[in-house]
């Protein structure tokens, strides 16, 4: 009897199901989130060489690296925001790791975000999505395809005007159903954060960090290559490095999609 498994293997070897790669290079020149200056920030890459078949290691390269925990393309955990600070098994070691795995619901807004970088994903229009797509099931990761990771320079990414950042996100109301009524694994981004560039003046602050954390759900930031994926059908393996109490990690997140 052919598993499930073996099957996949049958199809992946095939080219049946591709591997999509959703994560962005890591390196120097990734962009790193800005907040208002009374805040501490967090550093960008440096990778700084420990040797490379030289005196130093004769036959070996290897470098050494620095960042922040949310760095380029990387995983919140609850744990990362106040709200989600007292829950169990929510720091990247604690998380159990079946809550790495999940169908990917893919909502496109492109046409949206090209009009306004400052578009909000509303409740109304993920029920539009379901009409057309089916129901947000539990345990899914639902992708927010803003076509953002096609600014490809640090300054169209973070899109900084003299009132702070510009960039999509969702609206308070979108974030609570989400995490409350779909029970979603959590919400991945192609924005530099899961939250609108704006969102440190909404109400509460930063509601989709805020609100998704405190449900224990999980985000994902700086992703690309959405457009790639199907609506509905394709899974999503986000898994953030073990790091001891972390509140996040760069990682690289792919997807299993049909070819
Ligand atoms: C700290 C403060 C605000 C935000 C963030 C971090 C992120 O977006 C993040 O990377 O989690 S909005
Ligand atoms: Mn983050």
């Not at 096609?150 to 109301?173: I, K, Q, Y």
């Not at 440190?200 to 690309?224: E, Q, W």
Request: proline share 8%; aromatic share 6%.
């Amino acid at each position: 009897m052919s598993s499930v498994l073996s099957q996949l293997v049958e199809e992946l070897t095939a080219g049946r199901v591709k591997v999509v790669d959703l994560t962005q290079p890591l390196g120097p020149d990734t962009p790193v989130i800005g907040l208002p200056d009374i805040f501490a920030s967090s550093p960008g890459v440096t990778i700084e060489q420990i040797s490379r078949y030289d005196d130093a290691g004769p036959a070996w390269y290897w470098n050494t690296l620095s960042f922040g925990e949310h760095t380029g393309t990387h995983f919140d955990a609850p744990v990362h925001w106040i709200t989600g600070k007292d829950l169990p098994n929510s720091s990247c070691n604690t998380l159990p790791p079946g809550r790495f795995v999940g169908p990917a619901c893919v909502i496109d807004v492109t046409a949206d975000v090209d009009a306004d970088p400052d578009f909000l994903l509303t409740s109304e229009r993920i029920e539009g999505w379901e009409a057309e797509h089916g129901r947000i099931p539990s345990g899914a990761w639902v992708l927010l395809h803003t076509g953002w990771s096609r600014r490809t320079t640090a300054e169209d990414f973070l899109n900084v005007a003299e009132d702070g950042p510009h960039s999509p996100g969702f609206d308070r109301a979108a974030s609570e159903m989400l995490a409350h009524d779909r029970d979603v694994t959590g919400v991945g981004v192609e924005t530099v954060g899961t939250d609108a560039g704006q969102a440190g003046g909404f109400d509460p602050p930063f509601p989709n960090h805020t609100i998704m954390h405190g449900a224990g759900k999980l985000g994902l930031a700086s992703l690309c290559n959405l457009d790639r994926l199907p609506a509905t059908g394709s899974i999503v393996i986000a898994a953030p490095l073990k790091i001891v109490d972390g509140s996040g990690s760069p990682l690289r997140v792919i997807a299993l999609a049909p070819a």
